[in-house]
């Protein structure tokens, strides 16, 4: 008698009827899978060297030369349990065309002793990324180092320390010369900050400890939180198909803040001002208290008539909640709180931003090297009657 399951050859020629078709379509899908990765391979290397054969290097995706100049930058930037971020003492690095370091006690300034020497009168620069003047294309063209150059050759025996960081407030610049700056010992204090306190003031609801709406945003943009690079973003074939169809996206929005939630203001509360202005007041009187003169500088925001879109684009992305065609005059706000403090801290320089040219800028934040050349001439003519020559 068979047995139910019927005779052994039987079950081989079902299980093969079902196996070869199976088999094959699996044999087929392999080479197909195969030969189309060897074409895409194949059409990489012929995109790759027929740039090399133009430009004489081997080429790279604009994702990949953002990705390695945006890692090389974060070199200068480290973590602070109390600044959120802070300089890494003693970083050189290149990045985006632009050479910039800080010395060993973390200042972008020449390499000197913490001891302030006999007789030299020293200068600290406080503020976020316009006193580090980060557009700069070195150190020796930031306005803090140009200002100690100009007063130097009028025979002033002074050092001017650049203590600006990007992205700080006036909350890390005043806890910073709490922690740090005060051991400088500096004769003078210039201020030159207002910009960056517009994000976390424009931030709703407003936090007048600057964590929401200015802790995130600094990490992100600095680079902090940038994800790796998916295979295709290295592929110039991929990225050369995308242009193609006009599809060219920006590596600089990887790095840029948004919040599709954040409601955009057109006016920042009292109470952001507020809280600008106690800030401020602590920063004068911590200097005072060492016998610090402290010289004011309002900020400004140029919206270039070439470049206006651009600029408006910019303030969106680096303060999100609030409209980019109010940030001027709500920057003013800001200012008028230095005004009000003048007379009781010491100078406060007004420079006439409104005739200088466009050209004076590199965006709508930041000097261009002419711009820095012109501060710097400004600020060494209000100090240099006020120090003692050598």
């Not at 196996?19 to 290397?45: F, H, N, Q, S």
């Not at 009187?285 to 470049?307: K, N, S």
């Not at 065609?325 to 007004?350: D, I, P, T, W």
Request: aromatic fraction near 8%; include cysteine.
């Amino acid at each position: 008698m068979s047995s139910p399951e019927g005779p052994p050859g039987k079950r081989r020629t079902r299980g093969s009827t079902v196996t070869r078709p199976y088999r094959k379509r699996l044999t087929d899908a392999v080479l197909v899978t195969a030969l189309a990765l060897g074409l895409l391979i194949g059409l990489e290397a012929m995109v790759r060297v027929g740039k090399r054969s133009q430009d004489g290097s081997w080429p790279t995706t604009r994702g990949s030369r953002f990705y390695g100049e945006i890692t090389t930058a974060l070199g200068l930037y480290r973590r602070h349990p109390y600044l959120n971020i802070a300089p890494r003492e003693g970083a050189h690095v290149k990045a985006f065309g632009r050479q910039a370091s800080f010395n060993t006690l973390g200042y972008r300034s020449p390499e000197r002793p913490l001891a302030k020497p006999s007789g030299v009168v020293r200068i600290l620069c406080i503020g976020g990324s316009t006193t580090f003047d980060i557009l700069a294309p070195n150190d020796e063209a930031t306005w803090p180092w140009l200002v100690e150059q100009m007063l130097v050759d009028s025979g002033r025996a002074v050092e001017v320390w650049n203590a600006g960081f990007p992205g700080w407030t006036s909350q890390e610049n005043l806890i910073s010369l709490a922690i740090r700056d005060r051991d400088l010992r500096p004769d003078w204090i210039v201020v030159f900050q207002g910009i960056n306190d517009l994000q976390p003031a424009s931030h709703t609801p407003f936090d007048g400890q600057y964590e929401h709406g200015h802790a995130d945003i600094a990490h992100r943009t600095l680079g902090f939180e940038l994800e790796p690079l998916a295979w295709h973003q290295r592929s110039l074939l991929l990225e050369l198909l995308r242009g193609l169809l006009g599809d060219t996206p920006n590596p600089w929005d990887k790095v840029r803040p948004g919040d599709p939630a954040q409601t955009v203001q057109s006016a920042i509360p009292r109470a952001a001002v507020a809280v600008f202005e106690r800030n401020l007041r602590s920063i004068i009187a911590l200097g005072r208290d060492h016998e610090a003169r402290i010289v004011l500088v309002p900020q400004t925001i140029r919206l270039r008539r070439r470049y206006l879109a651009e600029d408006q684009s910019l303030l969106k992305q680096w303060i999100p909640g609030l409209a980019p065609e109010v940030a001027v005059s709500e920057l003013e706000k800001l200012n008028q709180v230095g005004l009000r403090l003048a007379a009781e801290s010491g100078l406060h320089l007004q420079p006439n931003f409104v005739d200088w040219p466009d050209t004076a800028w590199d965006d709508a934040m930041h000097f261009s090297p002419e711009g820095s050349r012109r501060f710097a001439e400004l600020l060494a003519s209000v100090l240099e009657p006020v120090l003692l020559v050598r």
